[in-house]
């Protein structure tokens, strides 16, 4: 056992040796490494489509010397972060051991020992990837920082880009925010909140829920008294102070436009011609779609048509056709309660609105506007003597032949499913896979009524190929990315694919009137027609709603506006929810296009209007009273003598 000891304790030295020479060498040769210029090496600037800044973070003119902080807020940071802070050389290494040994025994990843100079080096990148590469460059500029900066420097620096949630990034932009004042005005009450948000803003941020700020604002305290900053005294009564929160930015009072930012970010870190670290930039200056009005009236309109409601959620899109460009964005009511992204990150199920890419599809294989399917109740049966019974709305059901006009202006379930069934289940996925759709859709029944879950931005470029002519565009938010010196790192292409029959989209968008056209009223309504009285220009729209998802997207040649609402924990919509998309939509819409030209798409020179009863599709007798003109390529127009596709065989 001696021996053993003995030999325990040589290959422990040996060990420690060997370490002590490699972090002396690590040490070395960063200390002959190149001295890295930080404070200007983290500019990110925002500009609009006007090339208007909007936003500015990670250093910026809100930089603030380490002398221009209040101390509580520098004692507070540094006894909750790394209360070594001052003593180590950028790695707390008995922490780290502490830190792996408790993460081992519980099973659990929560322990974190994280200096402050190891986070600022995260605060140098764009994004925080976690793979050993990314560690490994962080480690060598944690050391590169650590040996040719003072502490208070390092100190200066983190405080200066740290994130403090909604978008504030830096001490002095987050002091504004939240209290309407700079940070060398900070009380120890409003220091200590704010020193436990970045952890993990959208838990603690004190505008999210108070409870848990307050919680964690206690620990921070209790952390100063444990180190001698403040006595218990003091801890007490900055705990029971009462504080009061602006919650305003200085610039855009704008509650969504961090949604927008937020996507530029994600945007931005999936661009590979962009390096990942700001010091291999010097900062970066990123030109964005961003239509200040555009983004103000959606957020307008959401939030008048949703004040009577506080539990749903919504999410826009307003896309210029032409390019692709996003110019507004709104991923949920207000940003400073939930920074989840329902525009970016979410998918729902989209209804009806998937119809278009369906019925388009049904044009190229020969349908047209008179196409007819029987409207009654069908249930449809498939090998193993599999069953399926969809449902129109309410049950409401012409039990007669309509038309393809007929069935998109009342969405008609039935003729969706008889359609899909008739082209082949592979249609229509393949129709939305060439429209750009990449989420998964499986080739069932079903399909044809929108039962599957698309994400929004890629729903919305789908539409937009029909709103502009046939032509896919590539959805995006960034138009160039330059560095501090106006060196351009990335512009979009605009290249645009055709992708579809213009002569066929031309007919799609004319069908996707009659959703608001009186013309069609019948034995039912079309979907939109509440909307009707205020629209002042011509457009194509779709609603589409299943259980727990309203979906309302429309456009004319030069906009497209998507709608979304629902519950972020799937609740079933009620009955009077299914009205805020189209309200919302038709405002929005509206309001953006107040001040322009109304505008409509030029009819192709092989397409014929023929004045038709509008429900059949067959054309008009003497003295009929239903009657509008629907589009037909030539050669194609009804004669009248046209079969119903269902009247002989029944599914």
Same mark, same amino acid.
């Given at each position: 056992?001696?021996?053993?000891?003995?030999?325990?304790?040589?290959?422990?030295?040996?060990?420690?040796?060997?370490?002590?020479?490699?972090?002396?060498?690590?040490?070395?040769?960063?200390?002959?490494?190149?001295?890295?210029?930080?404070?200007?090496?983290?500019?990110?600037?925002?500009?609009?489509?006007?090339?208007?800044?909007?936003?500015?973070?990670?250093?910026?003119?809100?930089?603030?010397?380490?002398?221009?902080?209040?101390?509580?807020?520098?004692?507070?940071?540094?006894s909750l972060e790394d209360k070594k802070f001052y003593g180590h050389y950028g790695f707390d290494i008995p922490r780290i051991f502490k830190a792996l040994y408790k993460n081992v025994t519980t099973g659990t990843k929560k322990e974190g020992a994280s200096t402050?100079?190891?986070?600022?080096?995260?605060?140098?990148?764009?994004?925080?990837?976690?793979?050993?590469?990314?560690?490994?460059?962080?480690?060598?500029?944690t050391l590169n920082i650590e040996t040719h900066y003072e502490k208070e420097d390092i100190l200066e620096g983190y405080l200066n880009t740290i994130n403090y949630g909604h978008g504030m990034y830096g001490i002095e932009s987050a002091s504004n925010f939240y209290f309407g004042k700079k940070s060398s005005e900070l009380t120890l009450a409003e220091?200590?909140?704010?020193?436990?948000?970045?952890?993990?803003?959208?838990?603690?941020?004190?505008?999210?829920?108070?409870?848990?700020?307050?919680?964690?604002?206690?620990?921070?305290?209790?952390?100063?008294?444990?180190?001698?900053?403040?006595?218990?005294?003091?801890?007490?009564?900055?705990?029971?102070?009462?504080l009061m929160f602006t919650g305003k930015k200085s610039n855009i009072n704008l509650s969504t436009i961090m949604y927008y930012q937020d996507a530029v970010m994600r945007e931005l870190a999936s661009i590979k011609s962009i390096p990942i670290s700001f010091l291999d930039t010097g900062g970066l200056r990123i030109y964005t779609n961003l239509d200040i009005e555009a983004q103000t009236l959606l957020e307008e309109k959401m939030t008048n048509n949703l004040k009577n409601n506080s539990n749903i959620q919504t999410s826009g899109i307003i896309m210029n056709p032409k390019t692709g460009g996003i110019m507004a964005l709104i991923g949920g009511r207000d940003y400073s309660t939930s920074q989840y992204n329902r525009a970016v990150q979410s998918v729902r199920q989209v209804g009806s609105a998937i119809k278009p890419l369906l019925y388009y599809a049904a044009l190229e294989n020969g349908f047209t506007s008179s196409t007819s399917f029987t409207s009654e109740a069908t249930t449809f049966t498939f090998s193993n003597n599999k069953t399926y019974s969809p449902r129109n709305a309410s049950e409401v059901y012409g039990n007669k032949p309509i038309s393809l006009a007929a069935a998109i202006a009342y969405s008609?379930?039935?003729?969706?499913?008889?359609?899909?069934?008739?082209?082949?289940?592979?249609?229509?996925?393949?129709?939305? &896979?060439? +429209?750009?759709? =990449?989420?998964?859709?499986?080739? !069932?029944?079903?399909?044809?009524?929108?039962?599957?879950? $698309? /994400?929004?931005?890629?729903f919305t470029s789908a539409y937009a190929a029909f709103a502009n002519e046939g032509y896919k565009v590539n959805p995006h938010f960034i138009t160039r990315v330059e560095d501090?010196?106006? &060196?351009? +790192?990335?512009? =979009?292409?605009?290249?645009?694919? !055709?992708?579809?029959?213009?002569?066929?989209?031309?007919? $799609? /968008?004319?069908?996707?009137?009659?959703?608001?056209d009186s013309n069609f009223i019948d034995y039912s309504y079309p979907t939109i027609l509440n909307e009707a009285s205020k629209l002042s220009k011509k457009y194509a729209v779709k609603s589409g709603s299943t259980a727990t998802d309203s979906w309302t997207i429309g456009y004319n040649p030069d906009v497209v506006v998507s709608v979304w609402c629902g519950y972020d924990d799937n609740s079933d919509i009620l009955l009077k929810d299914y009205v805020y998309t189209k309200d919302i939509w038709a405002e929005t819409i509206e309001a953006y296009l107040k001040e322009k030209e109304a505008s409509w798409y030029t009819m192709p020179a092989n397409v014929v209007g023929v004045l038709v009863n509008p429900i059949s599709g067959k054309p008009v007798k003497d003295k009929e009273e239903k009657k509008k003109i629907m589009?037909?390529?030539?050669?194609?127009?009804?004669?009248?003598?046209?079969?119903?596709?269902?009247?002989?065989?029944k599914y």
């Amino acid at each position: 056992m001696r021996k053993f000891l003995k030999k325990l304790f040589s290959f422990g030295f040996f060990v420690t040796i060997i370490g002590a020479a490699t972090a002396f060498s690590f040490y070395a040769y960063s200390k002959i490494s190149p001295k890295l210029e930080l404070k200007s090496a983290n500019n990110i600037s925002l500009f609009d489509k006007s090339e208007e800044l909007f936003f500015r973070g990670n250093g910026s003119g809100e930089w603030v010397g380490l002398n221009e902080i209040a101390p509580v807020l520098i004692d507070a940071t540094v006894s909750l972060e790394d209360k070594k802070f001052y003593g180590h050389y950028g790695f707390d290494i008995p922490r780290i051991f502490k830190a792996l040994y408790k993460n081992v025994t519980t099973g659990t990843k929560k322990e974190g020992a994280s200096t402050i100079s190891q986070q600022y080096a995260k605060n140098l990148y764009l994004d925080f990837d976690k793979s050993w590469g990314r560690k490994w460059d962080e480690m060598w500029l944690t050391l590169n920082i650590e040996t040719h900066y003072e502490k208070e420097d390092i100190l200066e620096g983190y405080l200066n880009t740290i994130n403090y949630g909604h978008g504030m990034y830096g001490i002095e932009s987050a002091s504004n925010f939240y209290f309407g004042k700079k940070s060398s005005e900070l009380t120890l009450a409003e220091a200590s909140i704010l020193v436990g948000i970045p952890k993990s803003p959208s838990y603690y941020s004190p505008l999210i829920n108070f409870d848990l700020a307050k919680e964690r604002q206690g620990l921070v305290l209790y952390s100063m008294v444990n180190n001698n900053y403040i006595t218990e005294m003091e801890m007490v009564d900055a705990y029971n102070e009462e504080l009061m929160f602006t919650g305003k930015k200085s610039n855009i009072n704008l509650s969504t436009i961090m949604y927008y930012q937020d996507a530029v970010m994600r945007e931005l870190a999936s661009i590979k011609s962009i390096p990942i670290s700001f010091l291999d930039t010097g900062g970066l200056r990123i030109y964005t779609n961003l239509d200040i009005e555009a983004q103000t009236l959606l957020e307008e309109k959401m939030t008048n048509n949703l004040k009577n409601n506080s539990n749903i959620q919504t999410s826009g899109i307003i896309m210029n056709p032409k390019t692709g460009g996003i110019m507004a964005l709104i991923g949920g009511r207000d940003y400073s309660t939930s920074q989840y992204n329902r525009a970016v990150q979410s998918v729902r199920q989209v209804g009806s609105a998937i119809k278009p890419l369906l019925y388009y599809a049904a044009l190229e294989n020969g349908f047209t506007s008179s196409t007819s399917f029987t409207s009654e109740a069908t249930t449809f049966t498939f090998s193993n003597n599999k069953t399926y019974s969809p449902r129109n709305a309410s049950e409401v059901y012409g039990n007669k032949p309509i038309s393809l006009a007929a069935a998109i202006a009342y969405s008609d379930n039935i003729y969706a499913v008889k359609t899909h069934i008739f082209l082949g289940e592979d249609a229509l996925v393949n129709m939305a &896979n060439r +429209l750009g759709i =990449v989420s998964p859709l499986p080739p !069932i029944p079903s399909l044809a009524l929108g039962t599957s879950e $698309l /994400n929004m931005i890629e729903f919305t470029s789908a539409y937009a190929a029909f709103a502009n002519e046939g032509y896919k565009v590539n959805p995006h938010f960034i138009t160039r990315v330059e560095d501090v010196n106006g &060196n351009v +790192l990335y512009e =979009v292409d605009d290249t645009k694919e !055709i992708i579809l029959n213009s002569s066929l989209v031309f007919i $799609l /968008n004319d069908l996707l009137t009659s959703t608001y056209d009186s013309n069609f009223i019948d034995y039912s309504y079309p979907t939109i027609l509440n909307e009707a009285s205020k629209l002042s220009k011509k457009y194509a729209v779709k609603s589409g709603s299943t259980a727990t998802d309203s979906w309302t997207i429309g456009y004319n040649p030069d906009v497209v506006v998507s709608v979304w609402c629902g519950y972020d924990d799937n609740s079933d919509i009620l009955l009077k929810d299914y009205v805020y998309t189209k309200d919302i939509w038709a405002e929005t819409i509206e309001a953006y296009l107040k001040e322009k030209e109304a505008s409509w798409y030029t009819m192709p020179a092989n397409v014929v209007g023929v004045l038709v009863n509008p429900i059949s599709g067959k054309p008009v007798k003497d003295k009929e009273e239903k009657k509008k003109i629907m589009y037909y390529l030539r050669g194609t127009e009804p004669t009248g003598e046209e079969a119903v596709f269902d009247e002989k065989d029944k599914y």
